[in-house]
Nanobody
């Protein structure tokens, strides 16, 4: 089992920045891919970004150039640096971990999920 705990959410003005963190514990050696997803009320959970253990990355088109995903394997932590935030970026952000090494934005490929952290962007 792998446990994921997100932190760093909060309220920010449009154009501002936030950095989310996701600390993993448990059988972290089995997690080859980590990702971030978000959900807003009334909508499907949406892929944001993913990163492999090799640090190869993959982003949703809506966040390319504004968000950066990174990981510190020694600390078992994944980060999501979010810049130039827009009101549409608001939602609950979830960290996810996959035992697959295939870089993907499909939520079904992820085996473990955190509880989420709220991001609110004021216009």
């Amino acid at each position: 089992q792998v446990q994921l705990v997100e932190s760093g959410g909060g309220l920010v003005q449009a154009g501002g920045s936030l950095r989310l963190s996701c600390a993993a514990s448990g059988r972290t050696s089995s997690t080859y891919m980590m990702g971030w997803f978000r959900r807003v009320p009334g909508k499907e959970r949406e892929f944001v970004a993913a990163i492999r253990r090799s640090s190869a990355t993959y982003y949703a088109d809506s966040v390319k150039g504004r968000f950066t995903i990174s990981r510190d394997n020694a600390k078992n932590t994944v980060y999501l640096q979010m810049n130039s935030l827009k009101p549409d970026d608001a939602g609950v952000y979830y960290c996810a971990a996959s035992t697959s090494s295939f870089l993907s934005g499909e939520s079904a490929r992820y085996d473990y999920w955190g509880q989420g952290t709220q991001v609110t962007v004021s216009s």
